[in-house]
């Protein structure tokens, strides 16, 4: 009974797990979804972040990471009960995290495809960085 009971759980979990792409443009952003920018903060500094971005550092410089610090950032700074988006510097990091939160912890991301190079491409509001 309680593997039924474990499996329906996870079933309907994954039902309501998101992971998707999208392309980080101005009409992105103006939709309002968080955004949550990954990188580390020399990088924020170095270019700057998307105008009302969230910055949360998930992999270091040296490629090393805290999922709980990180999580618990993220619980504190984002509704995750609401979609949210991730960015980094090409979306290599922000594919591996939001595939594994969407899947892990059902959130529903979206996968900000190519970056922030993409977003300077696509002329996306940046700001400078401004550590608190």
């Not at 968080?34 to 990188?39: A, F, H, K, L």
């Not at 969230?54 to 090393?64: C, H, L, T, V």
Request: one cysteine or more.
């Amino acid at each position: 009974m309680k593997k039924i009971i474990f499996t329906l759980f996870m079933l309907v979990g994954s039902l309501f797990a998101a992971y998707s792409q999208a392309l980080p443009t101005p009409e992105f952003v103006a939709k309002k979804i968080p955004i949550v920018d990954i990188r580390t903060p020399a990088e924020w500094q170095q270019t700057g972040i998307i105008k009302g971005a969230i910055p949360i550092m998930f992999f270091d410089e040296q490629g090393g990471f805290n999922v709980n610090r990180f999580l618990k950032e993220l619980n504190a700074k984002v509704d995750t009960s609401k979609p949210f988006a991730l960015i980094c510097h090409t979306g290599n990091r922000t594919k591996i995290v939001a595939q594994f939160l969407a899947q892990k912890l059902h959130y529903d991301v979206i996968d900000l495809v190519g970056g922030m190079d993409e977003a300077a491409r696509r002329g996306v509001n940046i700001v400078p960085y401004k550590a608190k």
